[in-house]
C-alpha cells in the first residue's frame, strides 16, 4: 500500500508482510519516502519511482486523515480487522501530527515534473498548470 514500516522501524525489504499488525506503516515514514521519491524521480526519471509516490499518497497519506475532524494517523494499522485511530487535537501531539499537517497541504507537489523539453505528469490528481 505504499507504507514500509512497522513500529517506525524499516525491515528486510520485501518483507513487510512478515510483521504487519496494528503499529504498521507509519505516517511519517510514508511522508519521508514521499519526499525522498520526489528527489529520485528528478535525480533520474523512473516510472518506477513515480507509481511508488502515487501508491504511497493515495494508499496511505490520503488515508491518513480525519474526514470529519481532521485528525491524523500516528500509524495505518494492516492488522486484520485493524482500525484507524486519530490522534486527537489537544491530547496527542506525535511526529505524525506535525507531518500530517504538511502532508495534506502539499498534494501538488508530485503531480508534475520537467526539464528542458519534456512535461511529466506523474498524479491523477485534479489541477491546472500554468
Ligand atoms: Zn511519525
Known sequence: MGGNSFGEYFGAPDG???????????????????KLTNHLFQWNVSAKEADFYERGLFNHILASQDPVHGGVTYFLSLAMGGHKHFESKFDDFTCCVGTGMENHASYGSGIYFHDHDKLYVNQFIASTLE
Open 16 to 34: 513487510l508482510n512478515d510483521r504487519i499488525g496494528p503499529h504498521t506503516t507509519e505516517t511519517c515514514n510514508t511522508y519521508n519516502m514521499l
